[in-house]
């Protein structure tokens, strides 16, 4: 059977018997149709990267291709990013404005964003304003960029905007808005063209019934044996993954009376299969009837229900079956809907409808039952009152902690006649607070005496369950009192309510968010300090960059996904791959018998100590490779993988798992072989002075980090004549190629790697990919067939190291001026199974006293690796220096809170006055108003008992050190004069390449115009050193200036006074000289230099839930002569936003009994979404040329350093909670926050009971 759609209005005809019956849109669009601006990484809904816009001819929608099954794409016109516009047909000015305005870094989620701006304009016919823009990004994930640009550029076609648009993209005339028509016919779709029923060979059967009788036919169908699915959107599959075992899918799109609605005087009927989005539409409207304005806030809770593109596939139905498979999910839908008693019609059979309550349909063990629709009954606001909540970890995307719905009916006395008060979140089985719900019946819901009694009960009706990773019981509980609490507070007339707690009614309200960029640049240097756009930044957004996995291969790839081993501790005994192997298209099985060179995918000629590609026999940690499978498509082999069978020998008695630091420190005895003293003091003893003022003690704990790069580890390898070409996303390529190479046994001459960009690295792609590179390698080369190996998101988190955690112990004696005498810190920093790529004895030791002015005698630190039964932990954007600095930083405010000095105070006693630090600082704290803005913080928290603030302060010193050496050549055409430069640095976002262009066309003298930064290879970039530690961008300048002054003496001799560049360089062609260079940058040839860095944070906290906002955020940043100020203005938004990120939000957790790590997807593991910056986000670069000689042309690396200064947070947040607590009536104590600091400490710390809840 054929189905007809059109991507881009070319038109596909295509048998689907020939695919997957569960193929997605996204495998079509990049395997079938070969287009690759469409990209994927999570393959769950969670991170945007495969958003594109689909049509019916009647309206235009976005949806993840990654969820969309291709069998419900029939007659649909699909656009992806390449199609809306690209260098042929003209860009689009949504793709022109986000390069043009700074929003794409490495460019691996701009496809995604813009594509979901697509669909927003055309939905909503292009008249959208900055506040509807900024709240529909929730489900694109940026690590690059802290979104901010992205925000400007997006909201800048809002009706509404007042954000200035760079005067070359100011043609909005051409956004293109009209509707397209349907493939098959050419005119709009009018969606008859419809097949009813496919047999797949393997016995899956699809159905696309269009009446209610042809669905129950297709149901009738369907053995009692068998699974089967309705498809909705297919979008449950991001949260609980669909069983392979399904066999029968029937699409409900084309059944009318699933998609209907009516409202009458007295009650809403929605269709069960309503999109979210179609359903929030329809609440919103019908909320202006008379009976339904409680309506709006039902809107409200859903549009926090995932995001925009999973609300327009995902529907009510869809959610709520979810939820009667698995009882413990949180659904908001059910949630909402139970609070306001909305009744279910459901049929059994094609004729027996049946109207029930939503728990009843949840009980009802029918398995062919289906959902026709839901009843939501009018509520009278004189009547009733109606409330929902949902309190999650970020602002956008993610399921509730807890969420909740209060209805309460009132007579004519105001006194509650009947009550609904229902949670989400807490166990399966607890829905309704019955007891309350009887308790306030005949009761005014505000009298003290109820209110009283409610808070004395509720805490115990609750008994949460303890399911990890779900948050701990004991806040669950405590944020389910403060729901109701806050329900009480906002309804309670104002007379019945303290004026100090009546904040606490309102949840955190976050205005547009904005940003300011202050920089300099010197027009004598130009293009060099010219504000520029990226070079790569237009064929980024149009997704005609092309990245790893972009690289098209022939038909017969083949693709691999790794088996994990379970047992840690543990020998492998036997692996058994004979089930796998039986698997529908799985190809081969690889472990570490296989491989012809050496086992490790790192190399120990480079200072590692080697890491087993395919683990031979002891297990170190879960999930650990110990082979690969080998299928035709990437589907099979992961289903294959999960077949193989590995049984191991019993672990040693006394091995005892310890996946965490806090593992190793929790235990009884610290078991010494654990714990690695890599940089021990020299000092032995430090002197504390005999009378301090004050001693303090105190330890500090940060957790690990994801890097959470939008591009997967990928490689692709093409087996080519007699050696391997090599497409790996790899920060270094001469490691990569080196691996491979000794595992299978070849010379380095027959591995050639290319690399044209990276979606990201932050350091996880230095050396970690190379286990996916050498796996893809092996197959290759035993296949001798073209490989692909993108890992998957789990994959990568458990295989892959993180950032090392780090706990510091800390002891220092104090004068009463806050100056410190003397010091002691003990750190330990979390290895994982091995201590490969220690920050320990570099950053973390070189940063350790951050700004401060210490002795040799009176500063001992004692730095450790401690070694856990986890991936062994890896470089994460400024390694060591986070940590390093984040300790300083920590000492000074416990210190500071000790002798109850202002944190700024304490620090300007403690800095040299020969820094310039000494300077900045007092200037910072003036111009950001620091002491008055600290007493409006005062006076707010005086006056508000439920609602707190806090203003933090942090302060950097970042050493850069050179080393290694990168090679670069510069080429000159004669046939026009244009450039192209290659180098061995990576281009990963950080926008080295515009730095690079823009250094040769200084260098040269012409324009950048003529300069082109090709991909880095083993040819021109061999021995190149890492891209790392924040120097490649201008060591690889260096080199190329070096070149560019080379040709330049080549090219003097012909050089005419009035002759143009074009004729010059046709001269020098005539006269045979050389216009090809080659040269490099070596240690040396540079002097270190230090970054110095301020920031300011402010942030509001809600006592009773633990959410935040940041309200103001100020960086100022060293940044020497900044060589492209938006690339390093981008440098530091976004790498202050991953730091964030780190202190707020990104929470990791393994299983303590076997090793597991529990938040491996983007349900649960949470980098920061675009309303989670800061509302008011100021950047401030320092022009500070410096010295001839260190570093180049006077600049300085961005990079990594502003990533260091986003522990203010937590100091801010400090700040608010001592003021909570203070109100609580606790003793003053200073409070070990660390990272992540989540809404759960937050409101674990604040100190309040349950019992105190009052309105008066
Ligand atoms: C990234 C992400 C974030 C999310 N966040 C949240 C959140 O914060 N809160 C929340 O509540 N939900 C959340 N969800 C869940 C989301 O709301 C559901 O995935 C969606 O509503 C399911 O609808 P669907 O049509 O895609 O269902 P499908 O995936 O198509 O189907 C799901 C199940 O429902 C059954 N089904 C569908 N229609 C019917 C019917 N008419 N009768 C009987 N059975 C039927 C199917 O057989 C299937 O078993 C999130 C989802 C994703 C992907
Ligand atoms: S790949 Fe589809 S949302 Fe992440
Ligand atoms: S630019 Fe957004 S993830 Fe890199």
Redesign the pocket.
């Known amino acids: 059977m054929s189905t007809t759609f059109t991507i881009n209005g070319q038109p596909y005809t295509v048998n689907l018997s020939d695919l997957p019956p569960d193929i997605t849109l996204n495998t079509f669009i990049r395997e079938h149709a070969q287009l690759t601006a469409t990209k994927f990484m999570c393959l769950?809904?969670?991170c945007g990267a495969c958003v594109c816009a689909v049509s019916d001819g009647k309206s235009t929608w976005t949806v993840n291709s990654c969820?969309k099954l291709l069998n419900t794409c029939a007659q649909l016109e699909i656009i992806t990013c390449e199609g809306l516009g690209n260098q042929l047909s003209g860009y689009h000015p949504i793709q022109k404005r986000l390069a043009k305005m700074n929003g794409t870094q490495c460019g691996f989620c701009s496809p995604g964003f813009v594509m979901n701006m697509y669909g927003l304009m055309e939905q909503h016919g292009g008249r959208v304003t900055m506040e509807e823009l900024e709240n529909s990004f929730g489900?694109n994930i940026c690590r690059c960029t802290g979104y901010r640009p992205i925000l400007d550029a997006m909201k800048s076609f809002a009706v509404d905007s007042d954000i200035e648009v760079p005067k070359e993209c100011m043609d909005i005339e051409d956004l293109n808005l009209k509707a397209r028509n349907c493939g098959k016919t050419g005119k709009a779709c009018k969606g008859s063209c419809r097949q009813t029923k496919l047999i797949y060979e393997d016995g899956s059967q699809w159905y696309w019934p269009n009446t209610l009788t042809e669905l129950f036919e297709a149901l009738d169908n369907i053995p009692d044996t068998d699974e089967f699915?309705?498809?909705?959107?297919?979008?449950?599959?991001?949260?609980y993954r669909r069983s392979p075992d399904i066999k029968h899918f029937i699409d409900?799109s084309g059944v009318e009376d699933?998609h209907q609605y009516s409202s009458e005087r007295d009650k809403l009927t929605l269709g069960?299969?309503l999109s979210?989005t179609d359903t929030m539409d329809i609440l919103r409207n019908t909320s202006k009837q008379s009976g339904f304005e409680y309506l709006e806030v039902l809107c409200n809770h859903i549009d926090?229900?995932?995001?925009v593109p999973?609300r327009n596939?995902?529907?009510?139905?869809?959610?709520i079956?979810?939820k009667k498979?698995h009882p413990e999910f949180?659904?908001?839908?059910f949630i909402s809907f139970e609070a306001l008693d909305v009744q279910v019609i459901a049929i059994k059979d094609a004729h027996e409808e049946q109207e029930m309550s939503l728990e009843e349909f949840l009980g009802d063990p029918e398995r062919k039952?289906?959902?026709?629709a839901f009843i939501l009954p009018s509520y009278p606001k004189d009547k009733y009152i109606y409330d929902s909540y949902k309190i999650m970890p970020r602002a956008q995307?993610?399921?509730?902690y807890v969420n909740a719905g209060f209805l309460l009916e009132l007579d004519s006395d105001s006194k509650v006649k009947s009550a609904r008060i229902c949670f989400g979140g807490i166990r399966p089985d607890f829905i309704h607070a019955i007891d309350i719900e009887q308790l306030m019946i005949g009761h005014s819901p505000y009298e003290s005496n109820l209110v009283e009694q409610t808070f004395a009960k509720l805490e115990s009706l609750f008994k949460p369950d303890e399911v990890l990773p779900d948050a701990s019981p004991a806040y669950r509980s405590k944020l389910a009192c403060g729901l109701l609490y806050k329900f009480l507070l906002k309804h309670a007339p104002d007379a019945e309510v303290n004026g100090k707690f009546k904040s606490g009614g309102e949840l955190l309200q976050r205005p547009l968010s904005s940003g300011l960029q202050l920089f300099q640049t010197q027009k004598q240097t130009y293009p060099v300090t010219q504000a520029v756009q990226k070079l790569e930044g237009m064929i980024q957004c149009s997704g005609e960059a092309t990245y790893m996995n972009d690289v098209l291969t022939t038909s017969n790839s083949v693709y691999c996904a790794f088996v994990g081993a379970t047992k840690v501790g543990a020998t492998i005994d036997q692996i058994d791959a004979s089930d796998a192997l039986q698997h529908p298209g799985v190809v081969a099985f690889y472990t570490a018998k296989d491989i012809p060179g050496t086992n490790t995918f790192c190399e120990p000629s480079f200072g590692y100590e080697a890491e087993e590609i395919f683990c031979s026999g002891l297990v170190r940690y879960s999930e650990q490779p110990v082979g690969v499978v080998v299928a035709l498509t990437a589907d099979q082999a992961q289903r294959a993988a999960r077949l193989v069978r590995v049984s191991y020998s019993n672990p040693s008695s006394d091995f005892k798992l310890m996946p965490t630091l806090k593992d190793v420190f929790s235990s009884e005895t610290r078991d010494p072989s654990r714990i690695l003293p890599l940089a021990i003091s020299k000092l032995q003893q430090i002197k504390f002075s005999d009378k301090p003022d004050l001693e303090v003690r105190g330890i500090f704990e940060m957790g690990l980090q994801y890097h959470f790069t939008m591009e997967p580890q990928t490689t692709i390898i093409i087996p080519f004549e007699d050696g391997l070409k090599v497409f790996s996303a790899t920060q270094w390529i001469d490691q990569t190629q080196s691996v491979i190479a000794h595992t299978l046994q070849m010379k380095a001459k027959d591995v050639q790697l290319q690399v044209r960009r990276l979606g990201g690295g932050y350091g996880c792609k230095i050396s970690r990919g190379n286990q996916v590179a050498c796996a893809a390698a092996l197959a290759a080369h035993k296949l001798n067939r073209p490989v692909r190996f993108v890992q998957t998101l789990e994959s990568m988190m458990d295989c892959n190291g993180k950032r090392w955690a780090c706990r510091s112990e800390y002891q220092c004696h104090v004068k009463v001026n806050g100056r410190i005498v003397g010091l002691s810190n003990d750190f330990y920093e979390d290895a994982g199974w091995n201590a490969n790529e220690s920050p320990v004895q570099g950053h973390s030791t070189y940063t350790a006293a951050n700004c401060y002015e210490f002795t040799d005698s009176n500063f001992k630190l004692s730095g450790h690796a401690v070694l856990t039964d986890a991936p062994s932990s890896t470089w994460c954007r400024a390694p060591g220096s986070v940590e390093g600095i984040a300790m300083m930083e920590n000492i000074i405010e416990h210190v500071a809170f000790e002798i109850q000095k202002d944190p700024a105070e304490v620090r300007l006693a403690n800095i040299s006055k020969k820094s310039k630090m000494a300077t900045l600082l007092p200037e910072f704290l003036k111009t950001r108003e620091y002491y008055s803005r600290k007493k409006e913080v005062d006076t707010f928290n005086a006056n508000n008992r439920w609602k707190k603030r806090g203003l933090g302060l942090s302060v950097m010193n970042f050493p850069v050190i050179y080393i290694g050496q990168f090679p670069a050549t510069v080429t000159i055409y004669h046939v026009d004069g244009t450039v192209v430069v290659t180098h061995g640095g990576i281009e990963m976002g950080q926008g080295m390449n515009t730095k690079i262009a823009q250094v040769a066309a200084y260098t040269l003298g012409i324009d950048l115009s003529y300069v082109k930064v090709e991909s880095s290879d083993t040819i021109n970039g061999a021995n190149s050193m890492v891209t790392g530690y924040a120097i490649g961008s201008e060591s690889v300048c260096y080199a190329v200036r070096k070149i560019c002054e080379t040709l330049n003496a080549r090219l003097k001799p012909v050089r005419k006074a009035k002759a143009s560049w074009v004729e010059t360089v046709e001269a020098a062609n005539a006269q045979l000289i050389n216009l090809i260079a080659s040269d490099h940058y070596k240690t040396g040839d540079m002097q270190n230099y230090h970054v110095l860095g301020l920031a300011l944070s402010e942030v509001e906290m809600d006592v009773l839930t633990g959410n935040i906002l940041i309200k103001r955020v100020d960086i100022l940043e060293d940044a020497g002569e900044s060589l492209s100020p938006w690339i390093d203005v981008g440098q530091v938004e976004g790498a202050f936003v991953m730091g964030l990120g780190y202190w707020l939000s990104e929470l990791l957790i393994y299983e303590g009994d076997n090793g597991r790590l529990l938040t491996n997807r983007?349900?649960n593991y949470k980098p920061l979404g675009a309303k989670d910056i800061p509302i008011d986000f100021r950047v401030e670069l320092v022009h500070n040329p410096r010295p001839s000689g260190s570093g180049f042309m006077g600049s300085k690396a961005t990079g990594e350093p502003p990533c260091c200064l986003a522990v203010s947070v937590i100091f801010a947040l400090q700040q608010a909670l001592q003021s909570a607590r203070q109100d609580a009536g606790l003793p003053r104590e200073w409070l070990r926050l660390g990272a992540p600091t989540t809404p759960e400490t937050l409101l674990l710390n604040a100190g309040h009971q349950v019992a105190e809840f009052k309105l008066k």
Not at 304 to 307: G, Q
Not at 330 to 333: A, G, H, L, M, N
């Open positions: 769950e809904g969670g969820l489900g699915m309705m498809v909705g959107g297919n979008t449950a599959h991001g949260v409900l699933l069960a299969n979210l926090l229900v995932a995001n999973v596939s995902g529907t009510l139905a869809g959610n079956c979810t498979q949180p659904s908001d839908i039952i289906l959902l026709k995307n993610a399921h509730a983007t349900w």
